[in-house]
């Protein structure tokens, strides 16, 4: 999972289900349904939200969530390998599918008269799949290329690994996603089908459809597709956790690239109780003041005046299932190093914990919220993923009005405080990039490389 | 996030019968721009976007850059605003300021709550940066830099490297093909930006697309106070033409990679020619329909060699790109190479069978509305519908377009346009032990 922009994760907090046509029913079997209605266009979306993600994998089996996500598409007795997609294409539709640490989920995009063929399908294969070896050995691979693609050949994705695996050391988050290669390389047919034995299950999981649709349809729907799936007894789930940080940890990352790169995370909370809980709000606001716009102060101070950076950004994420990170990155100007750029950086969150925040800021980050409350109003899709990770990460749909009032009541007052609490070196990982020239330069491709 | 597959979102107008279609209005502003609106109450909001033929095709010989340059400053500063109060001002009122930019069109995109107090001020906020930018001298020389270390950064990227060589290898001399180097960077003067800027943001030129919650009477005002102060304008709106055959190539350029990023292809078709359609839909059937093309198939599904494979047409003003892409690992680059020029050389020679043809058209007419549920999809098709002056009716006759296209009017339109013996190929991170071999 990449570092969200503020704008995002803002979005992502706050929504409008309080005046929002918002239904919930859990069928016997377990199965939480939640419908979201919206009649703006004659469109719908299903997603499967299953609570298990890398998170809950085992040393040596790490990506197994993932792998199993590819293998989802490999066929039932009833949809044989490829057939999925060919329907849901067939039917005008749009499907895809997304493994994270706290969750697994499968959504289709159709007309709104094809529910009933979504539901048919998506009920199958989480009961009936197939995990043919052949199908699994082809499909090993896809995702090693995968991994090659986004991480192992991304210096900032590679980066971003390592520095994870440093500031988580007991808690799962320390493992990536798609799991290191070794483990893909070892990882076999009988590890996915136990992992889907053990999760896929209704009451692992979370139905959300959004759209152009009748709740009390919808819920006579899911009960005679998925009704009839029947409950598994899910391991027990012990809890994880993160001991305190006892000191600054700094690594260092070469890769082929031309500028360096830094990235400074510091452990914060995440909403456990959305109404008692009141540091992930100021920490929302936080990452608003400092990024929340091209003239937020971190911008505004290391891009716009000093020049010592050229690009810098937060990264805070309050919705998750285990313990979060405040994110600070930026690229050196040329010219200029990582130690340039932690310095100013520094001085910048010196500031803020010494003098606060203004009330002009704080006015302007919670007007990015009221109007972006609005706007994504625009996106159905959208609106049915808020929910499926507020589901996934412990906390509600109902939760989202909440958050919202919170949000507007932080104070600049908690902003200081939590600033204060968290810049603390001592739950700092600080993670830079050592640019390696590449063997070969290609300074001047085209010329001498042409060949008919 | 992992995703199953990655899907490209390339803007393809496309569009159904069955659903009732945006009521688009249009007309001309005393300006004399071009406005598209679509009238909607449903959400409190609005959006607008305004562009210009001033993309990267745009630029000349010995000043490449200079449109992008022109094109990231115009919300850096603007008449009684500075950069910081451009930024801070929306963001007070919650409004989004963002762009488009591409080889043909260049503008600026708003998106703010439809209430006056909220509206009057984002709007007053863009046509100030679109009318009265102020290139101020210190914003450029570091804008410069920025733009110099970050070209300095994209040379050592397997993917950037890729695409630079590809474009250069298919375009050859036309603007298309150009990529701005360190060395045109530097030479860009504040004078540059202003003169490009006044040639080609003129309102005669330009296309204003209006969606949301306003009335006509309120969209017109608003088309014509975005537009009466624009420049004089008067630079020719045509992109050169592009030469449609090109020697075949074969570029293979090291790098420490674990994969090899594999391009290949050639100019494909503009956005108003009539094989427009035939090659969309047969595209889908060859390397677009995601999971269902013939590219995916075969080298992903059946092979395990990729995990994204794809191809694409990027219609523009002149022919733009016909691309095929895939990343693998470096000892399996050639065989997926050669897996490619297969498919694509049995594509083109033998066409599609009724059934692939069947499934495509299901795909994309079944799939129209989602092309245009929401402001935002509907803001990019005014935006595309006006800038290329497609047919007002183009939403409405989409899905009539593709179903009337037939297997042989894919055949003979791919046989015409893509010849497979006369592509170009780039491959970054090739395999070291045949590095610079020819083909």
């Known amino acids: 999972m990449r570092i969200h922009l503020l704008v995002v994760a803002l979005l992502l907090l706050v929504s409008s289900a309080a005046r929002a046509e918002v239904f919930e029913r859990t069928l016997s079997n377990g199965l939480n349904v939640i419908v979201k209605e919206d009649h703006r266009a004659p469109v719908l979306v299903q997603q499967v939200w299953y609570h298990v993600g890398s998170m809950d994998e085992n040393t040596g089996a790490t990506g197994v969530a993932h792998v199993l996500e590819h293998m989802m598409f490999k066929g039932t007795v009833e949809v044989p390998a490829g057939q999925f997609s060919k329907i849901i294409a067939a039917a005008g539709g749009r499907e895809n599918a997304f493994t994270s640490y706290d969750h697994t989920a499968y959504f289709q995009q159709l007309h709104k008269s094809e529910l009933k063929l979504a539901m048919r399908l998506e009920s199958d294969r989480m009961h009936n799949l197939q995990m043919a070896k052949r199908e699994f050995d082809k499909e090993i691979k896809v995702v090693m290329e995968e991994r090659r693609w986004r991480t192992d050949d991304d210096p900032h994705a590679l980066m971003y690994e390592k520095l994870l695996a440093t500031a988580y050391k007991e808690h799962p988050y320390h493992h990536p996603v798609i799991g290191w290669m070794v483990d893909l390389q070892n990882m076999t047919d009988a590890d996915a089908q136990k992992w889907y034995r053990t999760w896929y299950a209704p009451n692992d999981a979370t139905l959300v459809i959004a759209g152009d649709v009748k709740a009390d349809e919808v819920f006579a729907m899911a009960e005679r597709y998925y009704g009839r799936i029947p409950a598994v007894k899910l391991p027990e789930r012990k809890a994880v956790g993160e001991a305190p940080q006892l000191g600054i940890q700094r690594i260092v990352v070469k890769a082929p690239a031309e500028l360096p790169y830094l990235i400074m995370a510091y452990h914060a909370p995440t909403l456990r109780d959305s109404e008692k809980d009141w540091k992930p709000y100021a920490l929302e606001v936080l990452a608003g003041v400092l990024d929340g716009n091209s003239s937020a102060r971190l911008n505004k101070a290391l891009v716009r005046e000093q020049q010592v950076a050229m690009d810098v950004g937060v990264g805070y994420d309050s919705v998750a299932r285990g313990p979060g990170l405040f994110v600070l990155e930026a690229t050196p100007s040329e010219g200029k190093t990582v130690g340039d750029v932690e310095r100013a950086l520094r001085e910048q969150l010196a500031l803020l914990v010494r003098d606060g925040v203004n009330a002009q800021e704080l006015e302007r980050v919670k007007a990015q919220v009221t109007a972006g409350e609005v706007y994504k109003r625009d996106s159905v899709f959208y609106q049915a993923m808020q929910i499926g990770q507020l589901e996934t990460a412990g906390l509600s749909y109902k939760d989202i009005p909440v958050m919202l009032r919170k949000l507007q009541a932080v104070t600049a007052q908690q902003v200081q405080d939590v600033a204060r609490e968290m810049f603390n070196d001592d739950h700092l990982t600080v993670a830079t990039l050592d640019p390696q020239p590449l063997s070969d330069k290609p300074r001047h491709v085209g010329g001498a490389a042409h060949v008919h | ?439």
């Open chain 2, 1 to 439: 996030m992992f995703t199953r597959f990655l899907s490209f979102a390339i803007l393809l107008c496309a569009a159904n019968a069955a659903l009732a279609t945006p009521q688009i209005q249009h007309w001309e502003a005393p300006s004399g721009a071009r406005v598209y609106f679509v009238e909607d109450h449903s959400l409190p909001m609005l959006d607008v976007a305004v562009d210009f033929p001033a993309g990267s095709g745009y630029d000349v010989a010995g000043k490449v850059g200079v449109a992008n340059l022109t094109y990231g400053m115009l919300d850096l500063g603007a008449q009684g605003l500075s950069e910081d109060e451009v930024a801070s001002k929306l963001a007070d009122i919650g409004a989004q300021m963002s762009g488009q930019f591409d080889d043909d069109r260049a503008g600026l995109r708003l998106r703010t709550l439809s209430n006056p107090a909220e509206r009057d001020v984002a709007l007053d906020i863009l046509g100030r940066c679109l009318q009265w930018p102020l290139f101020p001298e210190p914003v450029l020389a570091r804008e410069k830099a920025r733009l110099i270390a970050a070209l300095k950064e994209e040379e050592t990227q397997p993917e950037s490297i890729a695409n630079k060589a590809f474009d250069k290898a298919v375009f050859g001399v036309h603007p298309y093909g150009w990529h701005v180097e360190v060395a045109d960077v530097e030479k860009i003067q504040r004078a540059e930006l202003d003169s490009f800027y006044r040639a080609h943001y003129g309102a005669n030129t330009a296309v204003v697309a209006l969606m949301g919650d306003v009335t006509r009477a309120q969209a017109e005002a608003i088309a014509q106070r975005l537009t009466a102060s624009l420049p004089a304008g008067g630079a020719d709106p045509r992109v050169p033409a592009v030469m449609i055959r090109i020697k075949p190539s074969e570029q293979r350029i090291p790098h420490p990679a674990s994969q090899s990023h594999i391009l290949t292809g050639a100019p494909g078709v503009a956005r108003n020619d009539e094989d427009y359609f035939p090659l969309y839909v047969g595209n889908y059937i060859l390397g677009g329909g995601g999971f269902v093309s013939r590219l995916m198939n075969e080298v992903r599904e059946k092979r395990g060699l990729a995990y994204s494979v794809y191809s694409y047409f990027i219609p523009m003003q002149q022919p733009g790109l016909f691309e095929i892409g895939l990343q693998t690992k470096k000892d399996q680059a050639d065989e997926s190479l050669r897996l490619v020029r297969k498919v694509l050389r049995e594509f083109v020679d033998k066409g599609v069978t009724e059934k692939e043809l069947r499934a495509a058209k299901q795909n994309i007419i079944g799939g129209f509305p989602l092309r245009i549920d929401s402001n935002r999809k509907i803001l990019d098709y005014l935006s595309v519908i006006g800038f290329y002056e497609l047919p007002l009716t183009y939403l409405d006759d989409f899905t009539r377009n593709v179903d009337k296209v037939t297997p042989r009017q894919i055949h003979d339109a791919f046989k015409r346009r893509i010849d497979p013996d006369a592509l170009a190929t780039v491959i970054v991170g090739a395999p070291e032990d045949k590095a610079g071999a020819a083909k």
